[in-house]
T-cell receptor, first 112, second 114 residues
Framework: AQTVTQSQPEMSVQEAETVTLSCTYD???????LFWYKQPPSRQMILVIR??????QNATENRFSVNFQKAAKSFSLKISDSQLGDAAMYFC?????????FGTGTLLAVQP | DGGITQSPKYLFRKEGQNVTLSCEQN?????MYWYRQDPGQGLRLIYY???????QKGDIAEGYSVSREKKESFPLTVTSAQKNPTAFYLC?????????????FGPGTRLTVL
């Protein structure tokens, strides 16, 4: 069965600094998708970034980028120039047919 | 504006009662999902539907039921058989049920059993 592991329950970063959130997963499939979702205090889930496993190039979206290591089954999220609005719970997810498999989340605090 | 609405935002239920959570989307998406969120456990799939009048159990379907009579609507009923129903419930939709499809989420319903 596919599993997604986020080993950092909480992280903290200073405003304007860079932080990396870790995610590992386990699957025997070769074609899949990985996602990072953000859940702010409002609890509205928002897609941050998506990575296609067959693409070697790491996905980027403005200040957000991923480090995708397929062989190591690792999918970390880097947030550059952190802002107060980045404070949220971040979930890593593996895209299966008909569902997402989520990790347990990392709570990110941004210090002014 | 297109999106997903869930109602109510907060719901209180007495033990032994069934309760229905509403989910509506106007994104013209075929697939819809219900997830349950508990502290420290991430989101877990309860039910999903790829098409009207068809739905499938997810990982934790026991004690829940759904219907999909309209493309826009996917209500979830929490029955008295659900042993620990207090949780945050999230509805989502996607264009289809494919691996690559982004799921769009509603604002959630917080259910508390008294």
């Amino acid at each position: 069965a596919q599993t997604v592991t986020q080993s950092q329950p909480e992280m903290s970063v200073q405003e304007a600094e860079t932080v990396t959130l870790s995610c590992t997963y386990d699957t025997s499939e070769s074609d899949y998708y990985l996602f990072w979702y953000k859940q702010p205090p409002s609890r509205q889930m928002i897609l941050v970034i998506r990575q296609e496993a067959y693409k070697q190039q790491n996905a980027t979206e403005n200040r957000f980028s991923v480090n995708f290591q397929k062989a190591a089954k690792s999918f970390s999220l880097k947030i550059s120039d952190s802002q107060l609005g980045d404070a949220a719970m971040y979930f890593c997810a593996w895209g299966a047919t008909n569902k997402l498999i989520f990790g347990t989340g990392t709570l990110l605090a941004v210090q002014p | 504006d297109g999106g997903i609405t869930q109602s109510p935002k907060y719901l209180f239920r007495k033990e032994g009662q069934n309760v229905t959570l509403s989910c509506e989307q106007n994104l013209n998406h075929d697939a819809m999902y219900w997830y349950r969120q508990d502290p420290g456990q991430g989101l877990r799939l309860i039910y999903y539907s790829q098409i009207v009048n068809d739905f499938q159990k997810g990982d934790i379907a026991e004690g829940y039921s759904v219907s999909r009579e309209k493309k826009e609507s996917f209500p979830l009923t929490v029955t008295s058989a659900q042993k620990n129903p207090t949780a945050f419930y999230l509805c989502a939709s996607s264009m289809a049920g494919g691996k690559k499809d982004e799921q769009f989420f509603g604002p959630g319903t917080r259910l508390t059993v008294l």
